[in-house]
T-cell receptor, first 114, second 117 residues
Framework: AQKVTQAQTEISVVEKEDVTLDCVYE???????LFWYKQPPSGELVFLIR??????QNEISGRYSWNFQKSTSSFNFTITASQVVDSAVYFC???????????FGQGTTLQVKP | DTGVSQNPRHKITKRGQNVTFRCDPI?????LYWYRQTLGQGPEFLTY????????KSRLLSDRFSAERPKGSFSTLEIQRTEQGDSAMYLC???????????????FGPGTRLTVL
């Protein structure tokens, strides 16, 4: 069965701190894609990044970086120098190979305090 | 086209009533997905369409739920004889169908929040 686990339910940091959100997944597919989405208080899910199973190179986009490790089935997300606007719920998701449907983790609520 | 739209944004109904939600995907997106999100949980897959064909339905989708996508454009999700357990946010997403199907990111609408009293 396919599954995504985000063990951290809530994280609270002070502005400018770095924070890492953990994601562990299970799948039997040999080719798969992993995603991170952000859900701000307004409720709309916003796409952040996509990563395929063949590319383990870490990616950096501004203050965001992602660490994909196939050996440990993890796809962790780090925000450097966090800002209050980063406060949101963050979801990690695994895409099913044939249908493209997303299997989401339970989400991590990040609160960044000024 | 500015994105996926959903109507209504909020719906309050009494138990036993029928409700219908609408989703307008991004133009030319072949795939349309419905998810349900309850408080404190991640979205859960309900069903999806490729053009007008409904290709998969989750076990979460009881026989009180029905979804359509006539002509492969907008989609509707109807819940008959609503129950309090149906209270949730119903999310719609669309994606293009290019290359490897699981590659394409899904663009989500703002959701319809259903409250069943």
């Amino acid at each position: 069965a396919q599954k995504v686990t985000q063990a951290q339910t809530e994280i609270s940091v002070v502005e400018k701190e770095d924070v890492t959100l953990d994601c562990v997944y299970e799948t039997r597919d040999t080719t798969y894609y992993l995603f991170w989405y952000k859900q701000p208080p307004s409720g709309e899910l916003v796409f952040l990044i996509r990563r395929n199973s063949f590319d383990e190179q870490n990616e950096i986009s501004g203050r965001y970086s992602w660490n994909f490790q196939k050996s440990t089935s993890s796809f962790n997300f780090t925000i450097t120098a966090s800002q209050v606007v980063d406060s949101a719920v963050y979801f990690c998701a695994l895409s099913e190979s044939n249908t493209g449907k997303l299997i989401f983790g339970q989400g991590t609520t990040l609160q960044v305090k000024p | 086209d500015t994105g996926v739209s959903q109507n209504p944004r909020h719906k309050i109904t009494k138990r036993g009533q029928n409700v219908t939600f609408r989703c307008d995907p991004i133009s030319e997106h072949n795939r349309l997905y419905w998810y349900r999100q309850t408080l404190g949980q991640g979205p859960e897959f309900l069903t999806y369409f490729q053009n007008e064909a409904q290709l998969e339905k989750s076990r979460l989708l009881s026989d009180r739920f029905s979804a359509e996508r006539p002509k492969g454009s907008f989609s509707t999700l109807e819940i008959q004889r609503t129950e309090q357990g149906d209270s949730a946010m119903y999310l719609c997403a669309s994606s293009p169908l290019t290359g490897y199907s699981s590659y394409n990111e899904q663009f989500f609408g703002p959701g319809t929040r259903l409250t069943v009293l």
